[in-house]
């Protein structure tokens, strides 16, 4: 949460928080993703990196890396299944069984928000 607040108080025209939700509880989750949506709204691009696909639906727009670029886009389009094929399954290699892991990050695809978007730049 300081490291949030030291980005906000730079009042740069873009912030980018690295995994800004790992650790916290509901409360301080919901409320940085508040400030993260208030400072959308007021014309700051806002950035961020995240290893949970809930969150990544919460971005108007979604890059996914696995080792490269996967996919840009609308998080339905980036995180489409086949694209969670593509970063799952190079992580895994061919011997592991990774059906679980992409039916749940799957099942993030109708339970998504809009965030952050501003102009042009792809968020995560």
Same mark, same amino acid.
């Given at each position: 949460r300081v490291l949030v607040a030291q980005g906000l108080a730079a009042e740069?025209? $873009?912030l980018m928080l690295d995994e800004p939700m790992? %650790? =916290?509880d509901v409360v301080a989750r919901? !409320?940085?993703l508040r400030i993260i949506r208030e400072e959308v709204d007021? %014309? !700051?691009t806002v950035m961020f990196s995240t290893h949970d696909m809930g969150e990544a639906f919460l971005a108007d727009q979604v890059v =996914? =890396?696995?080792g490269r670029l996967v996919s840009v886009g609308e998080p339905a389009a980036a995180l489409a299944r086949k694209n969670l094929d593509i970063a799952? $399954?190079?992580q895994l290699g061919a011997t592991g069984d990774g059906s679980a892991i992409l039916d749940d990050a799957h099942h993030h695809d109708h339970h998504h928000h809009v965030l *952050? +978007?501003?102009h *042009?730049?792809?968020? +995560?």
């Amino acid at each position: 949460r300081v490291l949030v607040a030291q980005g906000l108080a730079a009042e740069a025209d $873009m912030l980018m928080l690295d995994e800004p939700m790992t %650790g =916290l509880d509901v409360v301080a989750r919901d !409320r940085i993703l508040r400030i993260i949506r208030e400072e959308v709204d007021s %014309g !700051r691009t806002v950035m961020f990196s995240t290893h949970d696909m809930g969150e990544a639906f919460l971005a108007d727009q979604v890059v =996914l =890396l696995a080792g490269r670029l996967v996919s840009v886009g609308e998080p339905a389009a980036a995180l489409a299944r086949k694209n969670l094929d593509i970063a799952y $399954m190079s992580q895994l290699g061919a011997t592991g069984d990774g059906s679980a892991i992409l039916d749940d990050a799957h099942h993030h695809d109708h339970h998504h928000h809009v965030l *952050d +978007h501003h102009h *042009d730049h792809p968020h +995560h």
